[in-house]
């Protein structure tokens, strides 16, 4: 079982970048799918990026492609999400979650991931 614990948000204008963080603890997430999520105030948790176990295959969400980059370090153990050129619609609370896999899998539907942190604040403001 693994926990997770996403650092890195805050408040910020639009047009800068911010770096998420997700450590995780209890497991090595080299045996994991990760992925990043996000859920703006009254709205539905969407799909904001994913990325294989060992970091070879990568997927994007259409609203942040080009903008945000997810990569992994799993000898930190740690997952990140790159945001360049925020924009006031990215504003949300932004989540890192896990699931076990065998091989090189890429999920990008919530209800496929097992473990998820508690999330971090993004706000972008206008």
């Known amino acids: 079982q693994v926990q997770l614990v996403e650092t890195g948000g805050g408040f910020v204008q639009a047009g800068v970048s911010l770096r998420l963080s997700c450590a995780a603890s209890?497991?090595?997430?080299?045996?994991?799918?990760m992925g990043w999520f996000r859920q703006a105030t009254g709205k539905e948790r969407e799909f904001v990026a994913a990325?294989?176990?060992?970091?070879?295959?990568?997927v994007h969400a259409d609203s942040v492609k080009g903008r945000f980059t997810i990569s992994r370090d799993n000898t930190k153990n740690t997952v990140y999400l790159q945001m360049n050129s925020l924009k006031p619609e990215d504003t949300a609370v932004y989540y890192c979650?896990?699931?076990?896999?065998?091989?090189?899998?890429?999920?990008?539907?919530?209800?496929?991931?097992?473990?998820w942190g508690q999330g971090t604040q993004v706000t972008v403001s206008s």
């Open positions: 979650a896990a699931v076990g896999v065998r091989y090189s899998i890429i999920r990008t539907r919530a209800y496929e991931y097992d473990y």
């Open positions: 209890g497991d090595t997430i080299s045996s994991y799918a």
């Open positions: 990325v294989s176990r060992l970091g070879g295959n990568t």
